[in-house]
């Protein structure tokens, strides 16, 4: 079955910082994997996908995540913080064949990250 | 703005009875997706739907249904209800599933008292 671990509930960063939220998936096949970020009292926003190509990927809001196959890993970064990017964030990995019909999302329990001033 | 709608926003009820949600997808999004949010499960898949026809089901109680219109409007209903149901609902949307892509919904927060 397909999963994701996000190993942090909390990051915290001071703005101006490099920011790394970590995910770890476990997958059959290929992984489509997935960030999206959830303000408070809102829905979720997507921010980057990886399903195949290059292994850094650029997504909304000058974030970007690394696929690293060997560490069966895609962490999330931005390379300076701002305390605007304080959220709960939320890594996944598509369920399902590739280009079948189902395609839901497996999601990992989140990690809240808090940028200081 | 996600494009993706969703009513009521906030719902008080009691234990017992039966709601219904509902989830208007964005424009040319054919398939619709149901997942709860709650503190102690995370964000959990419930159920798919495409083009009007059922394509996936997750973890969705039996006292949970869901249905697409051919509008393709989707309405999630929850009967039944228990203290353990409160949550956040949420509908997401895609053009397809193969579009991997999806879409969220603002929610409707659920409370059963």
């Known amino acids: 079955a397909q999963s994701v671990a996000q190993p942090e509930d909390q990051v915290n960063v001071a703005e101006g910082n490099p920011l790394t939220v970590k995910c770890t998936y476990s997958?059959?096949?290929?992984?489509?994997l997935f960030w999206y970020v959830q303000y408070p009292n809102r829905g979720l926003q997507f921010l980057l996908k990886?399903?195949?190509?290059?292994?850094l990927v650029k997504g909304s809001y000058g974030f970007e995540a690394e696929f690293n196959k060997s560490q069966t890993s895609f962490h999330l970064k931005k390379p300076s913080a701002l305390v605007s990017d304080s959220a709960l964030y939320f890594c996944a990995v598509r369920d399902g064949d590739y280009g079948g019909s189902q395609g839901n999302l497996i999601f990992g329990k989140g990690t809240k990250l808090s940028v200081k001033p | 703005d996600s494009g993706v709608t969703q009513t009521p926003k906030h719902l008080i009820t009691a234990t017992g009875q039966r709601v219904t949600l509902r989830c208007s997808p964005r424009?040319?999004?054919?398939?619709v997706y149901w997942y709860q949010q709650s503190l102690d499960q995370g964000l959990q898949f419930l159920i798919q739907?495409?083009?009007?026809?059922?394509?996936a089901k997750g973890n969705i109680l039996e006292r949970f249904s869901a249905q697409q219109f051919p509008d393709l409007h989707s309405e999630l209903n929850l009967s039944s209800l228990e203290l353990g149901d409160s949550a956040l609902y949420f509908c997401?949307?895609?053009?397809?599933?193969?579009?991997?892509?999806?879409?969220f919904g603002p929610g409707t927060r659920l409370t059963v008292t």
């Open positions: 997958v059959s096949g290929n992984p489509y």
């Open positions: 990886y399903i195949t190509g290059d292994n």
């Open positions: 997401a949307s895609s053009v397809d599933p193969s579009n991997y892509e999806q879409y």
């Open positions: 739907y495409y083009n009007g026809e059922e394509r």
């Open positions: 424009s040319g999004d054919l398939s």
